[in-house]
């Protein structure tokens, strides 16, 4: 079991929780910030009953604050912080011609917003310390354009991807290592929640390995990546999409 403590975004549901949970089992100190508290204080009970090992944090991704406030709030409680996953996100799937102003900079503020203040706050912590690592949670629809999600939301995820690399120039040589995981559709609630079950048949079918992805390796590599032994991982983008985009 390690001492190390990692905050992870967007961690009350979906992936961010099964990340979580395995930094977590992993033998981290979770730190599990959303803007669904509850939800996430919830999971940081099961987590952890006497708030020892796991502790949600209320964060609103979109707010620079939000992060230096979690920041302070886990230094206050724990000498050091070693890892942060900028997972959290969201989109709302509008045809391209129709995203309005709104809609554009909401699903601009949550995916994208959201690692350039992660990166900035944690990774100017991380510097300071001389070590610490850096995971965004990207998506192949910031590779390919997307199919079912919006071009807002894959122009974010395309900016994340891009985030990672100049962050990942810009700290490196302080100790910081900065990458990105770009899945594919994974096997997990939202994606059954918003493909109608005919399309979702006809999704899965399209993938060349057949089946949707799993969370748990999505949050296997955040791990890896996450580990004293990833120093030499850097500025990368992990693709884990079944075959669906090679490059
Ligand atoms: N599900 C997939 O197939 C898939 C594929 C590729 C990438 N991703 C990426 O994985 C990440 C997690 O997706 P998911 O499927 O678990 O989604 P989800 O909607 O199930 O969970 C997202 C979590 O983020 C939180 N969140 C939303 N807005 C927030 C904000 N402003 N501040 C803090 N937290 C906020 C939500 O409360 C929720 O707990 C996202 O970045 C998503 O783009 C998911």
């Given at each position: 079991m390690s001492n190390k403590v990692v905050l992870v975004t967007g961690a009350a549901r979906g992936l961010g929780a099964v990340i979580a949970r395995r930094f977590h089992a992993a033998g981290y100190n979770v730190a599990l910030g959303d803007v669904s508290f509850d939800a996430a204080a919830t999971l940081a009970?099961?987590?952890?009953?006497?708030?020892?090992?796991?502790?949600?944090?209320?964060?609103?991704v979109a707010l620079k604050r939000d992060f230096e406030n979690a920041r302070d709030a886990l230094l206050a409680r724990r000498s050091t912080i070693d890892?942060?996953?900028?997972?959290?996100?969201?989109?709302?799937?509008?045809?391209?011609?129709?995203?309005?102003?709104?809609?554009?900079?909401?699903?601009?503020?949550?995916?994208?917003?959201?690692?350039?203040?992660?990166c900035q706050i944690f990774g100017q912590y991380f510097a300071d310390?001389?070590?610490?690592?850096?995971?965004?949670?990207?998506?192949l629809a910031g590779q390919n354009g997307g199919s079912a999600t919006?071009?807002?939301?894959?122009?974010?995820?395309?900016?994340?991807?891009?985030?990672?690399?100049?962050?990942?120039r810009d700290l490196a040589s302080r100790g910081v290592t900065v990458n990105a995981i770009s899945p594919g559709p994974l096997d997990l609630p939202i994606v059954h929640e918003s493909v109608p079950a005919d399309r979702l048949k006809q999704l899965i079918a399209g993938i060349p390995v057949g089946k949707l992805g799993s969370a748990d390796y999505i949050a296997d590599v955040a791990v890896l990546l996450a580990s004293a032994g990833a120093y030499f991982a850097n500025g990368a983008c992990w693709d884990v999409n079944g075959g669906l985009f090679m490059r």
């Amino acid at each position: 079991m390690s001492n190390k403590v990692v905050l992870v975004t967007g961690a009350a549901r979906g992936l961010g929780a099964v990340i979580a949970r395995r930094f977590h089992a992993a033998g981290y100190n979770v730190a599990l910030g959303d803007v669904s508290f509850d939800a996430a204080a919830t999971l940081a009970h099961q987590l952890s009953s006497d708030g020892e090992t796991a502790v949600a944090i209320k964060l609103d991704v979109a707010l620079k604050r939000d992060f230096e406030n979690a920041r302070d709030a886990l230094l206050a409680r724990r000498s050091t912080i070693d890892a942060i996953v900028n997972n959290a996100g969201a989109s709302k799937v509008v045809p391209v011609m129709e995203i309005t102003a709104e809609q554009f900079d909401q699903v601009i503020d949550v995916n994208l917003r959201s690692v350039l203040f992660g990166c900035q706050i944690f990774g100017q912590y991380f510097a300071d310390r001389g070590v610490g690592r850096i995971v965004n949670i990207a998506s192949l629809a910031g590779q390919n354009g997307g199919s079912a999600t919006g071009a807002h939301y894959a122009a974010a995820k395309g900016g994340a991807i891009t985030l990672t690399k100049v962050f990942a120039r810009d700290l490196a040589s302080r100790g910081v290592t900065v990458n990105a995981i770009s899945p594919g559709p994974l096997d997990l609630p939202i994606v059954h929640e918003s493909v109608p079950a005919d399309r979702l048949k006809q999704l899965i079918a399209g993938i060349p390995v057949g089946k949707l992805g799993s969370a748990d390796y999505i949050a296997d590599v955040a791990v890896l990546l996450a580990s004293a032994g990833a120093y030499f991982a850097n500025g990368a983008c992990w693709d884990v999409n079944g075959g669906l985009f090679m490059r």
